[in-house]
Each structure stands twice: as structure tokens, then as C-alpha cells.
């Protein structure tokens, strides 16, 4: 049965890279359709909700947004009823911070791009389009992937592999020092804010708005740094923008389109809560 061949997004901002990417693929995979290819993780974003492809090969270091940064903020964007892209992260990490994406079980490819490791991708790739009912179940064949290796299949927006893949990766930089208090300069003073009394931060821009039950109070960092200094047990980050004190929540709600927010005890902010978070709220 013939259907539409899928289509593919690449973003990686080195053109040398890119193109090899690009020609490999087309040499592995001669019916994928690669609609774009974007310099950095803004254009990935902006053309990977423009196009809505069938895949996304996301380098994971650019410039303007990360391919991770990317890849978070288009779970959060996807249109309702439309399947989210597979992904694949392009990387030059090193076997250590490869462990995060196979424990994540996320697939990657590393620079140089490599025939056999992408051989294998594009067979997976494949089949997973091929169990969806989605594009590319045509019978071009691609360099099969050796039988004693295992396969991590590719990341989905209906489950939790992005956030795992990003609490991997984050628990792989050095442990920072876990923060006691809040110092939060309000005028010509410092507020001292016990944690237990944050009720969730918020990034606004360069800073971070922490909100208090009856206060708030800005500080001049961002959740990125802020976040390996809080305890995670206590500390969820449920948006790329929110991280909530858990013990604050009272309710997690879902609308009729299926959004999840959280409303809060003693406090009259409804919270978002990004997809790639919603397993925190699965019931137990």
C-alpha cells in the first residue's frame, strides 16, 4: 500500500554537519522528504511548528535554544490531535553523557555522522512510523542495525522520555549545594525567605519571581541554575518556566482539551503544567 513519505526537520548549525547529515539520509532513507534545515533551536521551533514533520533531528548544542530547549518547548506547542514528531538528538557527548540518553531511552547519533549508527536509527525510525500507521511505510531498505546491539526507541510526547532525558543530563553536572534560604533583594534590603514558605518560582526574563503565600520578591538568576539547588523531592518543576513547592499543591486538573494545571493551597494562581511534565500527576 502506498502513503505519503514521512517528512524530516534537521537542525544543526554547522552547514559542513548539516549537509552531511542531509546526504547520508537521503543515501539511507531515499524516501524521507527533509522539508527544512535550521541553523539554530529558534528556527527549529518556529519551522518545526510551521511544517509539523514526522521527525526531528535536533543537534544538541546551538546557538539561540538548545536541542533540548527546542524539543521542550515544541511538546509544549504541538497542536492538540496532531502525533508529536520522533526525535533524534544529534551529539558529540561523550560515552558518559550517553548513558543519559540510553537510560532516557532516547535516540541519538553522534558527530560525525556515522552510516551504520544512523542505519540503525533510520531502521527504527521506520518501524515506529510503520506501528503508528504514520508515513514511510514504503519498502526502501536501510543498513540494518547489528543484532547484539540493544535499540533505544525514539522520544514520544505522550510519555515521559524528554523529561527524564533532561533530569539525566542535569544530574550529570556537578552537584551544586543545596539552598537553606532565599536571598532576595527588595530595595536598599535583603529578604531572607525560608523555602518552605516559596509557594512556586516563575521566570520572568532575567530573573525569577519567587511567590510567597502574601508576597513575592524577584531574584536575578535563572531556573536552569536555580533548580540543582533545590531539593527535587520537594521542588517540581511541572513547566520550563514554573518549578512548584510540591507540598503546595491541591489539585491537578484537566480541561476538556486535555491541558493539566494545578490549583494551589492558600494561593489563587492556577499553575500550567507542561506535557512533558504531566507524568509527575499520573494517579498512584
Same mark, same amino acid.
Request: charged share 20%; aromatic share 6%.
Given at each position: 500500500?502506498?502513503?505519503?513519505?514521512?517528512?524530516?526537520?534537521?537542525?544543526?548549525?554547522?552547514?559542513?554537519?548539516?549537509?552531511?547529515?542531509?546526504?547520508?539520509?537521503?543515501?539511507?532513507?531515499?524516501?524521507?522528504?527533509?522539508?527544512?534545515?535550521?541553523?539554530?533551536?529558534?528556527?527549529?521551533?518556529?519551522?518545526?511548528?510551521?511544517?509539523?514533520?514526522?521527525?526531528?533531528?535536533?543537534?544538541?548544542?546551538?546557538?539561540?535554544?538548545?536541542?533540548?530547549?527546542?524539543?521542550?518547548?515544541?511538546?509544549?506547542?504541538?497542536?492538540?490531535?496532531?502525533?508529536?514528531?520522533?526525535?533524534?538528538?544529534?551529539?558529540?557527548?561523550?560515552?558518559?553523557?550517553?548513558?543519559?540518553?540510553?537510560?532516557?531511552?532516547?535516540?541519538?547519533?553522534?558527530?560525525?555522522?556515522?552510516?551504520?549508527?544512523?542505519?540503525?536509527?533510520?531502521?527504527?525510525?521506520?518501524?515506529?512510523?510503520?506501528?503508528?500507521?504514520?508515513?514511510?511505510?514504503?519498502?526502501?531498505?536501510?543498513?540494518?542495525?547489528?543484532?547484539?546491539?540493544?535499540?533505544?526507541?525514539?522520544?514520544?510526547?505522550?510519555?515521559?522520555?524528554?523529561?527524564?532525558?533532561?533530569?539525566?543530563?542535569?544530574?550529570?553536572?556537578?552537584?551544586?549545594?543545596?539552598? #537553606?534560604?532565599?536571598?532576595?533583594?527588595? !530595595?536598599?534590603? $535583603?529578604?531572607?525567605? %525560608?523555602? @518552605?514558605?516559596? /509557594?512556586?518560582? *516563575? +521566570?520572568?526574563?532575567?530573573?525569577?519571581?519567587?511567590?510567597?503565600?502574601?508576597?513575592?520578591?524577584?531574584?536575578?538568576?535563572?531556573?536552569?541554575?536555580?533548580?540543582?539547588?533545590?531539593?527535587?523531592? #520537594?521542588?517540581?518543576?511541572?513547566?520550563? !518556566?514554573?518549578? $512548584?513547592?510540591?507540598? %503546595?499543591? @491541591?489539585?491537578? /486538573?484537566?480541561? *476538556? +482539551?486535555?491541558?493539566?494545571?494545578?490549583?494551589?493551597?492558600?494561593?489563587?494562581?492556577?499553575?500550567?503544567?507542561?506535557?512533558?511534565?504531566?507524568?509527575?500527576?499520573?494517579?498512584?
Amino acid at each position: 500500500m502506498t502513503s505519503s513519505p514521512p517528512r524530516a526537520l534537521i537542525a544543526e548549525d554547522e552547514p559542513i554537519l548539516a549537509a552531511a547529515l542531509a546526504h547520508a539520509l537521503r543515501r539511507l532513507w531515499p524516501e524521507l522528504d527533509i522539508v527544512a534545515a535550521c541553523a539554530n533551536g529558534v528556527e527549529a521551533l518556529q519551522q518545526g511548528l510551521a511544517l509539523l514533520p514526522d521527525i526531528l533531528f535536533l543537534d544538541i548544542k546551538m546557538p539561540g535554544k538548545t536541542g533540548l530547549e527546542a524539543a521542550e518547548e515544541l511538546a509544549e506547542q504541538w497542536p492538540d490531535g496532531t502525533p508529536f514528531p520522533s526525535i533524534v538528538f544529534v551529539t558529540a557527548y561523550d560515552e558518559y553523557a550517553l548513558a543519559a540518553f540510553e537510560h532516557a531511552a532516547a535516540d541519538y547519533v553522534l558527530k560525525p555522522v556515522n552510516d551504520a549508527r544512523l542505519g540503525k536509527t533510520v531502521e527504527r525510525l521506520r518501524q515506529r512510523l510503520c506501528a503508528s500507521g504514520g508515513s514511510g511505510s514504503g519498502s526502501a531498505s536501510a543498513t540494518p542495525a547489528p543484532a547484539t546491539t540493544a535499540a533505544p526507541v525514539t522520544v514520544s510526547a505522550s510519555d515521559d522520555n524528554l523529561a527524564r532525558l533532561l533530569a539525566q543530563l542535569q544530574a550529570m553536572t556537578a552537584p551544586a549545594p543545596r539552598l #537553606q534560604m532565599i536571598r532576595a533583594a527588595v !530595595g536598599n534590603s $535583603v529578604r531572607m525567605i %525560608a523555602l @518552605a514558605d516559596v /509557594v512556586y518560582f *516563575e +521566570a520572568l526574563d532575567k530573573y525569577i519571581n519567587v511567590v510567597c503565600q502574601d508576597s513575592e520578591a524577584l531574584i536575578r538568576t535563572s531556573l536552569k541554575e536555580l533548580l540543582p539547588q533545590l531539593d527535587p523531592q #520537594q521542588f517540581w518543576q511541572i513547566h520550563r !518556566g514554573t518549578i $512548584v513547592n510540591a507540598s %503546595a499543591i @491541591a489539585t491537578a /486538573v484537566r480541561d *476538556e +482539551a486535555g491541558k493539566l494545571s494545578l490549583t494551589l493551597r492558600q494561593h489563587p494562581a492556577q499553575l500550567r503544567v507542561s506535557p512533558l511534565y504531566a507524568h509527575l500527576f499520573r494517579q498512584m
